[in-house]
């Protein structure tokens, strides 16, 4: 506990981040503090415009500025017929930078975990039901993390899939660490994994 009860509140509010700690979250506080108070103040800012204007793309549910994302808006991606289930917008990007897959996405914002509450409408299931129900995807490629839940989650897809005239059910290919995330992987070994997709069995 320090003399300003402000800079409490800051170092604890520094720990929202994934991996960080206290004493990392007080080292960046003191940094701010001591050196770039107009940074942090910017900073500051920009999160309150993020958080006031990020929103769900009411397509695919990545994230965006407006009511459907740049990608849901081209008219190329639509035609593609494939769709890429992933399960964070960081997965997204990471398939982006790769610049080989050019068709729609669709983010889960997490996989089925029923001990934490998240089943198929958390996940927006409802949502990719109704694309799959358009006839309009060729190929639904699976790109959940290689885990028990991504994989579970992933199964789950499929059999919703099934039900539709979907032309191929996919997963992405190995080279994704068992237990990995997608958005942890280099650039290459991510190319190779959707270059080298298999089918969904």
């Known amino acids: 506990m320090s003399a300003s009860t402000h800079l409490d509140r800051l170092i604890q ?12 979250a007080a080292r960046i506080a003191y940094y701010l503090l001591g050196r770039r108070r107009e940074d ?7 999160l309150i415009d993020a958080m006031d204007k990020i929103q769900l793309c009411s397509c695919c549910r990545n994230y965006c500025d407006d009511e459907v994302c740049a990608l849901c808006s081209d008219p190329k991606r639509r035609e593609s017929g494939q769709l890429c289930v992933v399960e964070s917008p960081a997965d997204v990007a990471a398939i982006e930078q790769s ?10 914002h997490g996989h089925l975990s029923p001990i934490d509450g998240i089943g198929a409408n958390e996940l927006g299931l409802p949502l990719l039901d109704g694309i799959l129900a358009t006839g309009n995807v060729t190929e639904l490629i699976l790109a959940t993390n290689p885990t028990i839940e991504g994989d579970a989650t992933a199964a789950y ?18 080279g994704v660490p068992l237990g990995g995330a997608l958005d942890n992987i280099d650039q290459k070994t991510l190319l190779n994994a959707i270059a080298n997709r298999r089918p969904w069995e």
């Open 13 to 24: 509010a520094l720990q929202i981040q994934p991996g960080v700690g206290p004493r990392a």
């Open 40 to 46: 942090a103040q910017a900073l500051g800012q920009i």
């Open 99 to 108: 610049q080989n897959y050019k068709g729609r996405y669709f983010v889960l």
């Open 157 to 174: 897809i499929a059999q919703l899939a099934k039900r539709y005239e979907v032309g191929t059910i996919t997963k992405i290919a190995s």
